[in-house]
C-alpha cells in the first residue's frame, strides 16, 4: 500500500503540469516590439504571426515596415518567409492567379510556384494576404504555417 502511494506522488509529481503550453513560434517580446512597429504606421491590421512551422524551423527575425511584416523561420541554412500585407483586391479576388486551391484545416489556401497564400479580412476592415514561401517545403508544409496564422 506504502509502495503504491509512493508511486503515485512520485508519478503526479514528475506529470507535466495541466494548462501549461509551449512557448509561442514568434517570441511574445518580438510580437510586442511588432505591433508598437505597426501601430506607428497605423496598420495594426498587419500584426499576423504563425503559431506553427514546419518540422525543425524556428523563429530568427522579424522585419516590419508601411507595406508588410516580414517574419523568417530557419531550420539550418534553410529559411521560410511569413508575410502579411495588404490586399489590394476583395476578399473573394485572393485566389486570382493561383495555380493550385488546397484545403487545409479546413481553410482555403491558394498556390503557384513555391508561394502559398489566403487572405483574411482584419479587425479593420482591411484585406490581409498572408503569404508563405520556401524552397524545398511542400505546399502542405506552408498552407499549415498559413492556416496557423492568429492576429498577435
Known amino acids: 500500500m506504502r509502495t503504491t502511494f509512493v508511486a503515485?506522488?512520485?508519478?503526479?509529481?514528475?506529470?507535466?503540469?495541466?494548462g501549461?503550453?509551449?512557448?509561442?513560434?514568434i517570441p511574445l517580446e518580438q510580437q510586442s516590439q511588432m505591433k508598437q512597429i505597426l501601430s506607428s504606421f497605423g496598420?495594426?491590421?498587419?500584426?499576423?504571426?504563425?503559431?506553427?512551422?514546419?518540422?525543425?524551423?524556428?523563429?530568427?527575425?522579424n522585419v516590419v515596415n508601411s507595406t508588410q511584416n516580414l517574419i523568417t523561420l530557419q531550420d539550418g541554412t534553410a529559411v521560410t518567409y511569413f508575410t502579411a500585407k495588404?490586399?489590394?483586391g476583395k476578399l473573394n479576388n485572393c485566389g486570382k492567379g493561383s495555380q493550385v486551391k488546397l484545403t487545409i484545416a479546413g481553410?482555403?489556401?491558394?498556390?503557384?510556384?513555391?508561394?502559398?497564400?489566403?487572405?483574411?479580412?482584419?479587425h479593420?476592415?482591411?484585406?490581409?494576404?498572408?503569404?508563405?514561401?520556401?524552397l524545398g517545403l511542400s505546399r502542405e508544409d506552408l498552407g499549415t504555417m498559413i492556416v496557423s496564422a492568429k492576429h498577435a
Open 43 to 61: 496598420f495594426n491590421d498587419l500584426a499576423y504571426v504563425p503559431t506553427k512551422a514546419p518540422a525543425n524551423y524556428t523563429y530568427q527575425s
Open 107 to 122: 481553410i482555403t489556401v491558394y498556390s503557384k510556384g513555391a508561394d502559398v497564400w489566403r487572405c483574411v479580412s482584419a
Open 124 to 134: 479593420g476592415g482591411k484585406v490581409v494576404k498572408i503569404d508563405g514561401t520556401g
Open 20 to 25: 501549461a503550453t509551449a512557448a509561442p513560434l
Open 86 to 88: 495588404f490586399f489590394t
Open 8 to 18: 503515485i506522488v512520485l508519478a503526479l509529481a514528475l506529470a507535466p503540469v495541466a
